[in-house]
């Protein structure tokens, strides 16, 4: 989505506050694996989860770390989408039992959805979590309503704004 609707509220997140919340992720996580409250890796979901699933990894001292890159694509109409880079199979394991599933954000939960059918015992973690993929995800910390539009600060910069008298 490029282009955003008049109803669609702006959620900015700073890089302080992503690092904030991935920490505030991390801490809810320690000790909830099913190893003795261990968990036995982290995968990113590319893009959007690999700084959060960087500062999650540092925070439990989790050193092994994988990826899984989902790409979502319109297929006549329906959106779909597909696994265009896979985790190492010795990795995952038993379907992902003992794995963190790591991303920035569930929106409508088409992507969680993918990744849970690949690896139904893995747990699935975001930073943020909006109402129609709540149920796709395990553990989040600050949901935001659906019409919300959420700006990372990877994709962002400091640019000039017309100060507010100034506008038309
Ligand atoms: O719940 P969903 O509706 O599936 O949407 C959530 C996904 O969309 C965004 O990724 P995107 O596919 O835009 O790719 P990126 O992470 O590379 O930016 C976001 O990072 C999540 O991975
Ligand atoms: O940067 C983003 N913000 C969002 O709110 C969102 N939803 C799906 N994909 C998204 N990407
Ligand atoms: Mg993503």
Do not use: C
């Amino acid at each position: 989505m490029t282009d955003r609707l008049p109803h669609e509220k702006g959620f900015h997140v700073s890089w302080d506050q992503i690092h904030r919340d991935a920490r505030a992720l991390a801490w809810r996580l320690d000790g909830q694996g099913p190893d003795n409250g261990a968990w036995r890796a982290v995968v990113a979901i590319t893009r959007g989860g690999m700084a959060p699933a960087m500062i999650v990894s540092r925070e439990l001292d989790i050193r092994v770390v994988d990826t899984i890159s989902v790409k979502s694509y319109d297929h006549q109409s329906q959106s779909e989408a597909r696994v265009i880079k896979a985790p190492q199979a010795e990795i995952m394991g038993d379907a992902g039992e003992g794995v963190l599933v790591v991303d920035d954000l569930v929106d409508t939960g088409k992507t969680l959805e993918l990744v849970r059918k690949l690896y139904p015992k893995a747990h699935f973690a975001t930073v943020y979590a909006k109402p129609q993929g709540r149920d796709m995800v395990d553990t989040y910390i600050t949901e935001v309503s659906q019409d919300t539009w959420i700006f990372f600060p990877w994709d962002m910069a400091l640019q000039y704004v017309e100060p507010y008298r100034g506008k038309d």
